[in-house]
């Protein structure tokens, strides 16, 4: 199965700079791992003005109880704000349509 997932990063005030800097250290090394394993396909960032604290990502996973577990193990997971969209195939997607 296939979700669309969006992040917004609500980071506590009073959080130590050293905190927040060690968990998106960590955060990036977590999201390399889910490509490697085929579960984050893509990620974006949203130009939406302001700090550039809201993501989308593509992801794949057997259920959305995996990817709620997934998403549960990143190291921002308690700072982040997640909405998940489950996607199902479309007849007219180009991707699969006949050429």
């Given at each position: 199965?296939?979700?669309?997932?969006?992040?917004?990063?609500?980071v506590?005030?009073?959080?130590?700079?050293?905190?927040?800097e060690?968990?998106?250290?960590?955060?990036?090394?977590?999201?390399?791992?889910?490509?490697?394993?085929?579960?984050?396909?893509?990620?974006?960032?949203?130009?939406?003005?302001?700090?550039?604290?809201?993501?989308?990502?593509?992801?794949?996973?057997?259920?959305?109880?995996?990817?709620?577990?997934?998403?549960?193990?990143?190291?921002?997971?308690?700072?982040?704000?997640?909405?998940?969209?489950p996607?199902?195939?479309?007849?007219?997607?180009?991707?699969?349509?006949?050429?």
């Amino acid at each position: 199965m296939e979700f669309l997932v969006e992040f917004k990063l609500e980071v506590p005030a009073g959080a130590p700079d050293a905190e927040v800097e060690q968990r998106q250290r960590a955060e990036s090394a977590a999201a390399a791992e889910l490509a490697e394993g085929g579960h984050l396909v893509r990620l974006w960032r949203l130009s939406l003005g302001g700090n550039g604290t809201t993501a989308i990502g593509l992801y794949r996973a057997r259920s959305e109880a995996e990817l709620h577990d997934l998403l549960g193990t990143l190291p921002l997971a308690d700072w982040l704000r997640v909405t998940v969209i489950p996607l199902s195939a479309h007849p007219n997607d180009p991707a699969t349509a006949p050429r």
